[in-house]
């Protein structure tokens, strides 16, 4: 099991940056890999960025230049550096943890935070 709390959302206007911070409630150095959701109203949930434990990330192409996805095991945080943001990246932001054991895949969710940039 792994508890997750989302913080650092908030209104922002066009042009800001954010910084969102997934806080795990232990340790995230064997956890496959964190990623980064994103729901707008009415739309789907995408995928914005993700990161493995070996430190590979990768990200949506509409992000990639803007967001940076890191995570810091000491302290079982992955953090989402939101720069040059859009209207369009408007959303609830969820942290995500996907976790393998053995032929079993476990996926946890956090509560999730709001994120409003206003044009």
């Known amino acids: 099991q792994v508890q997750l709390v989302e913080s650092g959302g908030g209104l922002v206007q066009a042009g800001g940056s954010l910084r969102l911070s997934c806080a795990a409630s232990?340790?995230?150095?064997?956890?496959?890999?964190m990623n980064w959701y994103r729901q707008a109203p009415g739309k789907q949930r995408e995928l914005v960025a993700g990161?493995?434990?070996?430190?590979?990330?990768n990200y949506a192409d509409s992000v990639k230049g803007r967001f940076t996805i890191s995570r810091d095991n000491a302290e079982n945080t992955v953090y989402l550096r939101m720069n040059s943001l859009k209207p369009e990246d408007t959303a609830v932001y969820y942290c995500?943890?996907?976790?393998?054991?053995?032929?079993?895949?476990?996926?946890?969710w956090g509560q999730g935070t709001q994120v409003t940039v206003s044009s």
């Open positions: 232990r340790s995230i150095f064997s956890i496959n890999a």
């Open positions: 995500n943890a996907f976790v393998v054991v053995t032929t079993i895949s476990y996926s946890y």
């Open positions: 990161i493995t434990s070996g430190g590979s990330a």
